[in-house]
């Protein structure tokens, strides 16, 4: 279930190019915008006026080795950049500060992804929220491609590494992510390549309104994904560029991962049937 289109259009703009099209923008910076659409990597977007504020969120812990990945390609017209920060004790903080000045920093009290998700999205200005893993595997240049799709309709823009194949991905990996996803497309109707993907877009306000973010267990992608479409969000799928994790290894067990994220699937298809 999904909201229609025509809800939508009265309250956001119906795409990218519509949005930058109006005599009240120069043409330069029309041009612009919409070349970005197509190749954002080799084309510097220039925002036009009244453009929504972009956060971007960034959850780190022990991340020095990676944090240098990332940062520093994070386009320049990004609103804000948040990191939040599990207690590192490897000087992940300090790195990050070095290379962006103007991120602001957060702790978490709280131990897990869930609550450091919770708190970013809580402190973030922006209207427009893109979640970034701080391990390397996502390219930031491709930010401005996640939130396209939310100016023609959608509320939520998620990432998948395995829409464009399967190499170069670790097997365990590749059969935890392969049974999540078949689980959520049974339970949910959808066809989606990727549920653990922490690359994703979307509208802040949107995703406070059905309480996306209410932490009660094992809340991270897969149970936010959920939730989303329980909620009846439009989500959408974006093919991502795969880099792999830039240094050491990933936090998250992969076989509890993958059973606490199908549990967490139709728990949260039980609820929505609850009302």
């Given at each position: 279930m999904t909201r229609s289109e025509?809800?939508?259009a009265s309250k956001r703009p119906q795409g990218w190019a519509a949005f930058c099209s109006g005599p009240q923008?120069?043409?330069e910076a029309r041009q612009t915008a919409?070349?970005?659409s197509v190749n954002t990597e080799q084309t510097k977007f220039q925002r036009p006026g009244g453009f929504p504020k972009v956060t971007v969120v960034i959850c780190t812990l022990n991340e020095a080795s990676?944090?240098?990945a990332v940062l520093p390609r994070i386009p320049d017209w990004i609103d804000e950049v948040l990191l939040v920060d599990g207690n590192s004790t490897d000087g992940t903080v300090q790195i990050a500060k070095a290379l962006l000045p103007k991120v602001h920093v957060l702790y978490q009290?709280?131990?897990g992804k869930d609550f450091a998700l919770s708190l970013g999205i809580q402190h973030a200005r922006g209207d427009i929220i893109v979640t970034l893993d701080s391990d390397g595997e996502a390219a930031p240049e491709e930010i401005a491609q996640f939130i396209e799709p939310l100016f023609r309709g959608y509320d939520f823009v998620k990432?998948?590494?395995f829409a464009r194949g399967w190499r170069n991905k670790p097997v365990a990996r590749i059969l935890g992510n392969w049974l999540i996803v078949k689980a959520c497309n049974a339970i949910y109707g959808t066809r989606f390549t990727d549920l653990c993907s922490g690359y994703n877009a979307f509208w802040k306000r949107r995703t406070e309104e059905v309480n996306l973010w209410h932490c009660d267990g094992?809340?991270?992608e897969p149970r936010i994904i959920a939730r989303a479409l329980a909620a009846g969000l439009r989500v959408t799928e974006l093919p991502q560029r795969y880099e792999g994790r830039f240094s050491g290894e990933s936090k998250l067990p992969d076989w509890r991962q993958g059973l606490h994220s199908v549990g967490s699937l139709i728990l949260e298809?039980?609820?929505s049937l609850c009302g």
């Open positions: 025509g809800t939508l923008y120069p043409r919409q070349m970005t990676n944090i240098s009290l709280k131990p990432g998948s590494r094992w809340n991270y298809r039980l609820r």
